[in-house]
């Protein structure tokens, strides 16, 4: 199964961080792993993605646990505009591929 | 930069009737391009993809079709709507790596 697992929502303060689990335990040792998010109706928007090693860019940062089985998105200090349903993605061989769970549905308190 | 286009923003549309959904991508050439489905509250469920002009692969069996007439055209369609045919639409394309980006979605009501 390809499919990874992550909670349903979770809530946070403004300018507080964020850590966002996601599971994938029968990952293979080549599928990355991808995070999008969507905002409300919009199409989804690619956040960040690795292999092993942790990783950073401009919008988060992604921790990947040290057997693969587990990783998380971190926003380091959320805002409004970071309300949205993120989404933890494995990609395999086949580049066409995305399978896509029900996300996360971050909210943000004021 | 590259940029996607989706239209129409929303659509209404009877049970029976015709759809055309258009996707046009600016900036890049000989993408790969995909069509996805979203239900309310769901994932994407992943409905036809091209590699290339004429190649169109189908993910799942269903009562739509794809087409890609140019290189930066992608085209969905369907001769006659079901209610089940109700979503949003979203068009995305890659460089051919599993990063993809998405259009802003076409929001279709089947009545």
């Known amino acids: 199964d390809a499919k990874t697992t992550q909670p349903n929502s979770m809530e946070s303060n403004e300018e507080e961080p964020v850590h966002l689990p996601c599971n994938h335990s029968?990952?293979?040792?080549?599928?990355?792993i991808h995070w999008y998010r969507q905002l409300p109706s919009q199409g989804p928007e690619y956040v960040i993605h690795?292999?092993?090693?942790?990783v950073n860019n401009r919008m988060a940062s992604l921790a990947i646990a040290e057997d693969r089985k587990s990783s998380t998105l971190i926003l380091h200090r959320a805002t409004l505009r970071d309300a949205a349903v993120y989404y933890c993605?494995?990609?395999?061989?086949?580049?066409?591929?995305?399978?896509w769970g029900a996300g996360t549905k971050l909210i943000i308190k004021p | 930069s590259q940029t996607i286009h989706q239209w129409p923003a929303t659509l209404v549309q009877p049970v029976g009737s015709p759809l055309s959904l258009e996707c046009t991508v600016e900036?890049?050439?000989?993408?790969?391009l995909y069509w996805y489905r979203q239900a309310a509250g769901r994932g994407l469920q992943l409905l036809f993809y091209s590699v290339g002009i004429g190649q169109i692969s189908s993910e799942v069996p269903q009562n739509l079709s794809a087409s890609r007439p140019q290189d930066r055209q992608f085209i969905l369609s369907s001769k006659k709507l079901l209610l089940s045919d109700s979503g949003f639409y979203l068009c995305?394309?890659?460089?051919?790596?599993?990063?993809?980006?998405f259009g802003p979605g076409t929001r279709l009501t089947v009545l």
């Open positions: 995305a394309w890659s460089t051919g790596g599993p990063t993809q980006y």
């Open positions: 690795g292999l092993t090693s942790n």
């Open positions: 029968t990952i293979s040792g080549t599928d990355y």
């Open positions: 900036g890049t050439s000989n993408p790969n």
């Open positions: 993605i494995r990609v395999g061989n086949s580049n066409y591929q995305l399978i």
